[in-house]
């Protein structure tokens, strides 16, 4: 009876046994599933298409570049995580679903560019202050032209006092003013020419 029972239970656990074993093997054939992932790559900005845009698998061997039209093919296994990264954009990562059923994926890729912020460089013609300085000292200002004296225009000559231009009364003024001061000096002037019982005498 003991035999009987120990019978028994040793196909009980053998029949478990090699049923985990199995759905251990399903389970991971299903994880290691490959399928064939293709697709094309654009810009968000202008939604072109991308060339030369490295589409891999971090940490295998698994890789490819998009094409001219952006196309892009290449074997993953599910669980994956595909990267897509070009210069002057941003990196996308794209996991394959597990529950992918079917051998192959088809997926439209967009990517972001991305804004590089250089920091602000002053260029200048000299490598050190010292050579600012001294290249400033060395700089010739150049010479103050010499003023001019100004032309002075001949006087003008009338023939007849009848052309003449009219006076303003500034010039009647200034007129007046010098026959005023003619008065004032012919009354201290000392005369050079006496007259000698009416004859005049020159003297030096």
Request: glycine share 4%; proline share 7%.
């Amino acid at each position: 009876m003991k035999q009987t029972l120990f019978f028994f239970a040793a196909i009980g656990l053998l029949a478990l046994f090699t049923c985990s074993e199995a759905q251990a093997q399903h389970t991971q054939s299903i994880d290691k599933k490959v399928i064939q992932f293709s697709g094309m790559v654009f810009a968000s900005d202008s939604l072109t298409a991308l060339e030369g845009v490295a589409v891999y698998v971090p940490g295998t061997t698994r890789g490819t570049h998009t094409r001219k039209s952006g196309y892009f093919s290449m074997p993953v296994v599910v669980g994956d995580t595909v990267v897509f990264g070009t210069l002057g954009y941003e990196k996308l990562y794209l996991i394959v679903p597990l529950e992918t059923t079917e051998n192959y994926l088809a997926r439209k890729i967009v990517i972001k560019r991305k804004e590089n912020k250089l920091p602000m460089v002053e260029v200048m013609p000299w490598a050190t202050e010292y050579d600012l300085r001294q290249a400033v000292l060395r700089t010739k200002l150049p010479e103050e032209p010499k003023d001019k004296l100004p032309v002075i225009p001949p006087p003008v000559v009338y023939k007849s006092i009848t052309k003449m231009p009219a006076m303003d009364a500034e010039a009647n003024f200034r007129y007046g003013q010098n026959i005023l001061k003619d008065q004032r000096e012919a009354r201290i002037r000392v005369p050079d020419i006496l007259k000698v019982f009416s004859i005049p005498i020159k003297y030096y």
